[in-house]
Every structure is written in C-alpha cells, then in structure tokens.
C-alpha cells in the first residue's frame, strides 16, 4: 500500500547548516518526514574533485550536522557515488516522493543538478531548488543593457540598492525527521588524510560547523568590524572574519551574515560597509562564474592565450615551499601550508610573485590553492587569481606587478608576520627583516642569519622580473 505521507528527502550539498536553509524549511513545511542525505559524488567535478584541506574540512563539519540533527532526533543519512544513482537508491529504498535542495552554481553541479531534476520529474518524483547560498543569484542581477556585470563597483551599488536580503530564517520549527538506517558511516567517505596525517594545523585553527561559524561571526562583530577598513589589509592582526570557509561549505550563509552586520552595534561604521563589499566581491565572483563557466579554465581577457609562460618546476617548488628568499611570499605560503588559509593582502602578493616573477601560469597556483586551502572556492579562486593575473572582468592591471618588499613594508612594518610564519629571521632587526639580502653581514650573523643555508637567497631579482613581465605585457597587450 501507498505510504500516505511520504517522506521528502533533504539534499544537503554546500549549505551544512539547519538554520536559515531554504530547502530544509520548504521540506519542513510539507508536514511530511524529512530525509536528511549527504552524497560524497566525487566523479561529477572532473579535475576540480576537492582538495585535501577542503575534504578535511567537509568531514568535520559533516560530524556538526549529523551531531544537530541527532539532537534533533534524526540521522543524516551519508551515501557516496554518482548522485542520482544514489538519490534513485535512497527512493527506492524509502517510498520518498520529493527531493529538495539548494542550488550550486559551479559549472558541472549545474548540469548534473538539471540531469536530476527532469529525471526526477519525469518519473513523477517532486524535485525542488531554492537559494541558499548567495545574496543575488546570478540571473536576477544585470546591467540596465540586461548584461551580466563585468564591473565589480557598479555590480555593488545594484546589490546594495535593488538586492538586500530577505530576513533570514531560523531552524525549522517542526522538523519531522524520518528513521533511516542503513548508509554509509563517516569514515566510510574517507576524507581524512592518514599516511601521513597532516592535519594538526589544521585541527590547531579551525572549528567547523555552524554553530562554530555564528561563534566566529560573533566576536568579529564585536571586535573587529569597526576597525575592518583599517586593519583588513594587515596579515599580523586578527582584522578579518576568518569565515570564508564557513561560508564556502554553507554553515553560515551571507544572508546572515548581511543582518548580522546590520543590527550590530557598529553597523553605521564604514568598517561594516566595507565588510559587506567583500561579502560582494564572493556574489561577484558567483556572478562571474555563472556566466563566463570557462573561468576557472580558461583566460576570461584571450590576449593572454599568447602569453609565453616558463614551465619551470624547481621554482614552483620553492613557492609551495615556501622557499623562495622573499619573507612575505614565504610565509604566506608557510602560513597557508600549516592552517589551510591565508591573509587576503598576502594571497594578492604571492599570487603576483607567482605569476609576474616566477612567469608561471596562474593556473598552477589556483590548482595549489585549491589543494591546500580550507575555503577552496571555484568561484572565489578562479576570479581571484584571474583578478590577480590580469587576465580576468574588472582586473587588477597587468602592469601593476605587487612589489613584494614594498608591500611586506607596508603592510607588516613590524614583521610581526614575517616572524611569525619564519622563526629563522626572527632576530633581524625590522628595517631589514622585508629583505635580508640587503642586510649588512655582521646584521646576518648576530641573527644567526647565513642566507642560502640557514634561509633562501631570493630566487628571482625582482626589478628584473618586473621588466620582463611588462615587456611580456607589451607584446600581447593589443592582441585578442
Ligand atoms: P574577510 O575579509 O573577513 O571577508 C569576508 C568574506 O568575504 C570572506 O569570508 C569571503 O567569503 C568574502 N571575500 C573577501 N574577499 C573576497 C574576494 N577577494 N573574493 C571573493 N570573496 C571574498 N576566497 C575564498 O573564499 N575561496 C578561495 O578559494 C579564494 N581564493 C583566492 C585566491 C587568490 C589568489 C586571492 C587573491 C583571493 C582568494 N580568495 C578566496 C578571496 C579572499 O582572499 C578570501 O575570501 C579571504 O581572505 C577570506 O578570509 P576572511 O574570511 O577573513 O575574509
């Protein structure tokens, strides 16, 4: 016989979280028994499978959810492989006759969640999405010429004016979850790193989860949005919000965050609203990725298809490393080796280096930043490193190549961060610790400083690599 009220299964995929999750309520709202599943389906992304620091991160905040729903009397039911294979199984299985999720907008999600949906239909299961990850999902926002914006600023001022937020919504109030047993355990999906397991650093910085996102949220909000405009741009200091992987694995989402920022006591700073032009430059890179699906792959400008790249591997390796004798780039690389993330200010700058002194391709770097960090984005990465490279909408230009000691001056005059990150220049005093090479000899040893044993000669000169690149620059500039 018909099951007179069949469950409805809630598809969970970047949006980890119970509250304000527009699937989870709608499912909620039908009054029937709520399905709670994770599919691991690690075929569908191709080369863009994630990476070992984002797999960390997605057992973990895996645990969270299970532990909240568990609270709530419920089970979430963990499945790994094709996801319609595996959504027709758990139908089967169950009698459910209604699948309900939030949308992706990463190019391979979309077609396979459009695959899924007609199938669905077409057997006469219920298949329902909603918005649960951006302020303005990338139709809904154009040009007053119905194009997509290539400019961040004017794309700002249409979310700000046209786009704020609905309230978002708390947990759902009667979550009927139904009995499911059976799936697969946590340590079946395999996404913890064991030989060898590297992920103390990890386990030392972060908490995932929502509740520990909304924790994360709160103390910035208390004490440090106000001064976000002045301290955002300084690696040594705890100036920024830390949430970008909370909000990339949907425990927190922006439109949260957007109220959040709103209703606190220093929602009239110009820290908050510079704070909520960042929450932008994520919708933006959205945005970008919707309608330029290339981006991740491929030049968004193609006058930089003929640009001439080295291919060499040793000076990779040193950047990965960390190893390449100009302390910023080194221990930004260091830092995001150790924790999974690094400072905005010093993702711009070894992204430049990388690019614009080693000549390397930008996409190297997007793969290494993939692997390794723990807000690893397809939309914030692809539109940062091409923001970076020049090559992407609304660049930084090609010319402007970050001068990595200028910068470490400017943004670490004390060296707080360098010290930090290469304890073996700690005792250089500040005027030279941004670039030992220009340090007496007698400055060296009493530090205990001997460059090229103790700490890398730099791999590069930097003036002659800046010449390069803008000659490089020069010979593509006028071509595509
Ligand atoms: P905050 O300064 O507190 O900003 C709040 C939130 O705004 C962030 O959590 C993030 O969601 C968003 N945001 C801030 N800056 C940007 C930006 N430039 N572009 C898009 N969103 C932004 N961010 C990622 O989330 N994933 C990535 O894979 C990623 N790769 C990057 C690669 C390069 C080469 C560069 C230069 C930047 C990259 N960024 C990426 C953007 C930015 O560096 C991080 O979002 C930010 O450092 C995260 O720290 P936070 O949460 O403390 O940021």
Known sequence: MADPNPPVIVWFRQDLRLADNPALQAAAATGAPVIPVYILDD??????????????????????????????????????????????????????????????????ARKRDEAIKSSLKDRGVRARSFNGSLIV?????????????????????????????????????????????????????????????WSGGLQENWT???????????????AAVSDYSDRRNLPGQSGTSRLSPHLHFGEISPRQVWHAVKQSDHARTGGADTYLSEIAWREFSYNLLYHFPDLPEANFQS????????????????????????????????????TGWMHNRVRMIVASFLIKDLFIHWRRGEDWFWDTLVDADLASNAASWQWTAGSGADAAPYFRVFNPVGQSEKFDPKGDYLRKWIPELA????????????????????????????????????????????????????AG
């Open 303 to 338: 006058k930089f298809d003929a640009f001439e790249w080295d291919e060499c591997e040793d000076k990779l390796k040193a950047w990965q490393k960390g190893q390449t004798g100009y302390p910023i780039v080194d221990a930004g690389m260091r830092e995001l080796w150790a």
């Open 208 to 222: 995932p989860g929502e509740a520990a996102a909304h924790g994360r949220l709160g103390q910035f909000l208390k």
């Open 427 to 478: 005792d250089l005093p500040d005027k030279v610790i941004h670039a030992p090479w220009t340090a007496e000899k007698s400055v060296l040893s009493r530090a205990g400083v001997t460059l090229g044993e103790t700490y890398p000669e730099p791999i590069v000169d930097h003036g002659e690599a800046r010449k390069r690149a803008l000659a490089a620059f020069e010979k593509i500039k006028d």
């Open 137 to 197: 999902e990338p139709w809904d926002i154009a040009t007053k010429t119905g194009n997509p914006y290539k400019v961040f600023t004017p794309f700002w001022k249409s979310l700000k004016a046209d786009h704020t937020p609905a309230e978002p919504t708390g947990r759902p109030d009667a979550l009927q979850l139904h009995a499911h047993e059976g799936g697969l355990s946590l340590d079946d999906l395999d996404l913890l790193p064991t030989k060898p397991d």
């Open 43 to 108: 075929d569908a992304p191709g080369d863009w499978r994630p990476g070992g620091a984002s797999r960390w991160w997605l057992h973990h905040s895996l645990a969270s959810l299970a532990s909240d729903l568990q609270q709530l009397g419920g089970e979430l039911a963990l499945m790994k492989g094709e996801a319609q294979e595996q959504l027709d199984a758990l139908i089967e299985q169950t009698g459910a006759d209604a699948v309900f999720w939030n949308r992706l907008y990463e190019p391979w």
